[in-house]
């Protein structure tokens, strides 16, 4: 798109808060519900330990899904239409009502969430326009996981990067884009990204979002006729929930996941409170890839819903209440909301012709100005009624060049030779904005060298846990051998000793022989002895 945006308006930030019913396990717990409405018929405020909160909105535990999205999120779609950028996301603690708010069950009229019933007021809403209008819609599905981008439609893209376009608006560069035609084929594309997030079971949550997931909605729109062309996006963001270790119980890679989605929430809030602050000099979008997607709807050109979603119970005040307070920091954003829109070549010829009059304009009044100085120079002094009044507006055009920079204020009428008109020249405006340019680039390839940097070390870490599992493997095997080992000395040294035993009694045996043989040789003599005496005797 090009940066022509012909009116630029403030837009705050819209806030909405949701509770959700006390749960089973809050229920059996004894938690009790501390969130106090308002007994009138107001529906923008709530009260916890003696604070109250202010909101765009406030929805009850009771209130229904299509009243949700009604008050929340339907008159995005028009805007959306109309060629301006919107974003709704969800945010609150783990187990909050995020996903279900957000996406709820899609096949079911009176369950399903903000994304499903906003996919058909987009389509029913094109089917109602005129005929001349021609659209192109495409979608995108992505999640964060571990400060990692992660295609939802193409698992083998991993880690994808953020850039920047040429009007420095971030996108993500390589995410897989499907044109779609009708509601049922956005749907499909979500089942098919569905099944591709991580979620996992905690102690409050069974299952728990791992990841912030991101679905953008691409509208272009052509008039046949005048050739115009809007384009609006759509940022419908599940944020994964905040989550205190102590209550989740997470261990292992859940802890792992858990750390990484505290760390981007966190950066989240820094940028909130950043903005909320008002301090534009830096903003730290580019502390996470959260941010740095997120960024056009955070004091950018979008127009943003934030549904900030709580618990009722006791058990998760503290995590309420921050909440809350986040919510109520963002609520002072304000955004600059333009259309997006393409001019055509007559449309650009048109603003040429009135930049070029205007350039006139401002040169006339720039050679008075140095008419006046150099009188003023000369010794001279210039009556008022003679001086160039520098508070005389000069009719501005759209900014589509640089131009119209050459004064951008009005100065005070000089009152002495010594005020000079401090605006720059355009050959030093062109090197400000060269710098500008070579620096924004260089930003670029250092996120591209990040990148490959990242996939290089994701690379090293996979062929280092292979080499561990190795190790591991060589050392189980390892152990196992010197048990055998262990095994087989033990069995020979018992064997040894009933060699030992073996032989001691063969030893004995033998002397046992011996003396039977002495024996057996004596009674023998003996024998052959009387013999002898009876053979003499006779």
Request: proline letters at 3%.
């Amino acid at each position: 798109m090009s940066g022509d945006r012909e009116i630029a308006a403030e837009d705050s930030i819209r806030v909405v808060c949701r509770f959700r019913p006390l749960n089973d396990s809050e229920e059996k717990a004894g938690s009790k519900f501390i969130v106090k409405f308002p007994s009138g018929g107001e529906e923008n405020c709530i009260s916890i330990g003696g604070k109250v909160y202010l909101f765009d909105k406030v929805f009850k535990p009771n209130a229904s899904q299509e009243k949700v999205y009604n008050e929340a999120a339907k008159s995005i779609v028009s805007d959306v239409l109309c060629g301006y950028n919107g974003t709704i996301f969800a945010y609150g603690q783990t187990s909050s009502g995020k996903t279900h708010t957000m996406e709820g069950v899609i096949g079911d009229q009176n369950k399903q969430g903000i994304i499903p019933r906003i996919v058909n007021d987009i389509f029913n809403h094109i089917y109602a326009m005129e005929e001349n209008l021609e659209f192109h819609i495409k979608v995108s599905y992505f999640e964060i996981y571990m400060d990692k981008i992660r295609d939802l439609l193409d698992v083998s893209k991993v880690n994808l990067s953020v850039h920047e376009d040429k009007n420095r608006v971030p996108f993500v560069k390589g995410a897989t884009e499907r044109f779609v035609s009708s509601p049922d084929e956005v749907f499909e594309v979500i089942e098919e990204g569905k099944a591709n997030r991580h979620i996992a079971v905690t102690n409050m949550n069974e299952h728990s979002s791992r990841s912030h997931s991101v679905f953008l909605i691409n509208v272009k729109q052509e008039n046949l006729e005048n050739e115009k062309k809007l384009s609006g996006k759509l940022y419908l963001v599940d944020l994964a929930g905040s989550e205190k270790v102590s209550k989740t119980g997470a261990e292992g890679t859940v802890l792992d996941e858990a750390k990484n989605i505290n760390k981007s929430l966190s950066a989240l809030g820094n940028v909130i409170s950043a903005l909320a602050d008002g301090n534009k000099s830096h903003i730290p979008y580019r502390d996470s890839k959260l941010t740095r997607i997120l960024q056009e709807s955070l004091g950018g050109n979008a127009r943003t819903t934030i549904i900030i979603c709580c618990s009722p119970a006791s058990f998760n005040e503290s995590e309420t209440k921050s909440t809350l307070d986040f919510g109520r920091r963002a609520k002072t954003i304000k955004n600059v909301v333009t259309v997006n829109e393409e001019l055509t070549a007559e449309e650009w010829k048109r603003r040429y012709e009135k930049e070029k009059e205007k350039v006139g304009r401002l040169k006339g009044k720039l050679e008075k100005l140095e008419t006046e100085l150099a009188r003023w120079r000369g010794g001279e002094t210039v009556n008022p009624e003679e001086q160039v009044n520098l508070q005389e507006p000069v009719e501005v055009a759209t900014p589509v060049t640089t131009t119209t920079d050459i004064i951008k204020q009005t100065l005070p009428v000089p009152a002495t030779p010594s005020i000079m008109l401090g605006s720059l020249s355009n050959e030093e405006r062109q090197k400000l904005e060269e710098e500008r340019e070579r620096l924004y680039q260089q930003l670029d390839e250092k996120d591209e060298e990040i990148n490959q940097q990242s996939q290089y070390i994701e690379k090293l870490k996979e062929q280092m846990l292979e080499q561990e599992e190795l190790i591991a493997s060589t050392r189980r095997d390892y152990e196992l051998l010197q048990q055998e080992m262990n095994r087989i000395t033990q069995e020979n040294e018992c064997a040894k000793e009933e060699v030992k035993e073996v032989l001691q009694a063969l030893e004995e045996l033998a002397v046992n022989y011996d003396q039977k043989s002495q024996e057996a040789d004596s009674k023998s003599k003996e024998n052959e002895n009387l013999t002898e005496e009876l053979l003499s005797k006779q």
